[in-house]
């Protein structure tokens, strides 16, 4: 989700994450203070670069993010602008396309030089309630996280009403869940399915 129009066709996207102990109460407590379930499927995130990584070195974002479940295949091409933190809310100026099933972009992107430079997969449970969007997000191996997007004051009310604390959010990016992750089971985590097998191809901090 994104909120705050930034331009002509950009949006402020403002979040925090928090990991999640017992997602089926977490389920079941966001259900009981009306939210209503949007989407639960696979999310399949493919990051881009130029060979250079001249977008990383600038803290850009070029994504194309795929949606898949029994209704089919979607997919959105995502710019995203330097991060920025506002009274401890990750803030990003963000720009989304829909492009089909993503493969023609894929060979577009192919096509003019970008390489993927990170995969990150998980099963989603997405919620709007009291004007944010809830994304409940399981990765092959790691920690499940809840990301709650919107306005600050909604992202606050939020947190409440799912029983969780305020302590427990973060306006840290994905490497920083996994390093305390694997810091504190002792295993390494996998955030795309070719992780489990052991290929380890991306690096953490491209995430």
């Not at 720009?95 to 992107?109: K, N, Q, R, T, Y």
């Not at 996280?145 to 840290?172: C, Q």
């Amino acid at each position: 989700m994104s909120t705050r129009p930034c331009g002509p066709s950009a949006m402020r996207e403002v979040e925090l994450k928090g990991v999640v102990t017992d997602p089926v109460v977490l389920r079941e407590r966001l259900l009981a203070a009306g939210a209503r379930e949007v989407y639960r499927g696979l999310l399949l995130d493919a990051r881009y670069d130029l060979p250079s990584r001249e977008l990383l070195a600038r803290d850009h974002v070029l994504r194309l993010r795929v949606y898949e479940d029994a209704a089919g295949r979607r997919a959105v091409l995502d710019w995203k602008g330097p991060t920025g933190y506002d009274t401890g809310y990750k803030v990003r100026e963000e720009i989304s396309v829909p492009c089909g099933d993503g493969f023609a972009m894929a060979e577009l992107l192919a096509r003019m030089g970008y390489v993927v430079i990170r995969e990150i997969d998980r099963e989603i449970e997405q919620f709007e309630v009291q004007g944010t969007v809830c994304r409940m997000e399981r990765y092959p191996r790691m920690d499940t996280l809840l990301e709650v997007e919107g306005e600050p004051e909604a992202i606050e009310a939020v947190i409440t009403l799912a029983g969780m604390t305020r302590a427990e959010f973060t306006s840290e990016r994905l490497p920083e869940f996994i390093l305390r992750y694997e810091a504190r089971t002792g295993n390494r985590a996998a955030i795309c399915r070719r992780e489990l097998t052991g290929d380890y191809r991306y690096s953490t901090f491209d995430a």
